[in-house]
Each structure stands twice: as structure tokens, then as C-alpha cells.
T-cell receptor, first 114, second 115 residues
Framework: AQSVTQLGSHVSVSEGALVLLRCNYS??????LFWYVQYPNQGLQLLLK??????LVKGINGFEAEFKKSETSFHLTKPSAHMSDAAEYFC????????????FGKGTRLSVIA | DTEVTQTPKHLVMGMTNKKSLKCEQH?????MYWYKQKAKKPPELMFV???????INESVPSRFSPECPNSSLLNLHLHALQPEDSALYLC??????????????FGDGTRLSIL
């Protein structure tokens, strides 16, 4: 069954530094993968999605993610962190069957230090 | 601004009260979802509606009762809730069937507190 693992429950970076949030997936078939962001007191907002059209996916707010089948990874990056990027980030995989259409990772909280 | 609108944003209720949460979307999506989210945790799926029919119920206690009056509207009726039901309740929608690999679009949620 498809699942995702997010490495690191909390990541802290300096403003202007590279952001790297890690996500590894487990799937026996090509997965559909998503990154969502949740700002305090808000719902989840879709950052980007991988649907097999291209391995490098560009999303909103300057984020991008690269699908690497050999590493079963879908890490999220941003070249330069901004204070407004501080939030909770969830990696998720879509399932083609079963009771849970979308399976979330446990989340990574990103802190940005001035 | 989100395209999935949830009301109310905050709700405080006693354990004997009856209240309802409302969710509305006008994107033409035919799959709608209710999630429960506790602090510092990912959302947990509660119910899924597909083409206005309940397709998934993740063993949710009967004190939570979902309703889908039409393709744009999803309600969650609450009765005799427990303190541990305090959480953020999120509604989401997606186009096509729930397992169609289309992304889910979330509302901002209702923050529920049970006294």
C-alpha cells in the first residue's frame, strides 16, 4: 500500500538559506504525490503535485520538488527561505484503491530565523 | 482566499448540544471529504462523499453524522460530543472520483472546542 515518510519533524533555516524538506514514498506502482502547506489557523494549501508528466515540478511561492524513482523520494526545495515560509508542510500520496484516497506524512514544521 | 468555504470558523459547544458544520464549494467537484485534525498531527479522514453518496466512513462514532444535500454542500451534524472531539475539522473537495488522483482542495476549517 502506498505511504509516505517525512524525515525530520522540525527543520529550522536562516532567512535567505536553502529550504530542503524530505519525503520518501513507498509504492508498488507509479505514485501521484503532493506537497501541502498549512499556515497557522488555516487549512491545507496545495503547493505542487507530481502526476508523472515531468520529474521536476514547480509549485507556488517559489517551491519545487523533484521526483526520483531510484531514491523513491520527492523532496521539496526552495532556494531562498522567507519569513513567510514558516509553516507546517505535509507530503501526501494518492491511493488508487482502499479506504484512504490520500495518505499524509506526519508533517514537517519549518521555522525561519531572521 | 480558499475556494472551499467552511462555517463557522470557531465553535464552542457543550457535550449535550447539537450543532452543525457547513462546507460549500462551487468548483463543480463531485467528491467531498471531512477530516479531523489534532494539533501537530496530519489530517485524519472521517468521511468521503462521491456524487452525493457516502462512499467511505472511517469507523467514525455515530455522534458525528454527515450529510450531502447537493453537489456543492456538505454538512457535519454534531451531537453529544466528548472533550476529545475538540479539534480542527477540515472539509475538502476534488474533481472526479476520490481515487482519481486529483488533488484535494481544503477549506480553512472549523475550530471546535467541547466544554
Amino acid at each position: 500500500a502506498q505511504s509516505v515518510t517525512q524525515l525530520g519533524s522540525h527543520v529550522s533555516v536562516s532567512e535567505g538559506a536553502l529550504v530542503l524538506l524530505r519525503c520518501n514514498y513507498s509504492s508498488s506502482v507509479p505514485p501521484y504525490l503532493f506537497w501541502y502547506v498549512q499556515y497557522p489557523n488555516q487549512g491545507l494549501q496545495l503547493l505542487l503535485k507530481y502526476t508523472s508528466a515531468a520529474t521536476l515540478v514547480k509549485g507556488i511561492n517559489g517551491f519545487e520538488a523533484e521526483f526520483k524513482k531510484s531514491e523513491t523520494s520527492f523532496h521539496l526545495t526552495k532556494p531562498s527561505a522567507h519569513m513567510s515560509d514558516a509553516a507546517e508542510y505535509f507530503c501526501a500520496v494518492s491511493r488508487s484503491s482502499g479506504n484512504t484516497p490520500l495518505v499524509f506524512g506526519k508533517g514537517t514544521r519549518l521555522s525561519v530565523i531572521a | 482566499d480558499t475556494e472551499v468555504t467552511q462555517t463557522p470558523k470557531h465553535l464552542v459547544m457543550g457535550m449535550t448540544n447539537k450543532k452543525s458544520l457547513k462546507c460549500e464549494q462551487h468548483m463543480g467537484h463531485r467528491a467531498m471529504y471531512w477530516y479531523k485534525q489534532k494539533a501537530k498531527k496530519p489530517p485524519e479522514l472521517m468521511f468521503v462523499y462521491s456524487y452525493e453518496k457516502l462512499s467511505i466512513n472511517e469507523s467514525v462514532p455515530s455522534r458525528f453524522s454527515p450529510e450531502c444535500p447537493n453537489s456543492s454542500l456538505l454538512n457535519l451534524h454534531l451531537h453529544a460530543l466528548q472533550p476529545e472531539d475538540s479539534a480542527l475539522y477540515l472539509c475538502a473537495s476534488s474533481s472526479g472520483q476520490p481515487h482519481s488522483n486529483q488533488p484535494q482542495h481544503f477549506g480553512d476549517g472549523t475550530r471546535l472546542s467541547i466544554l
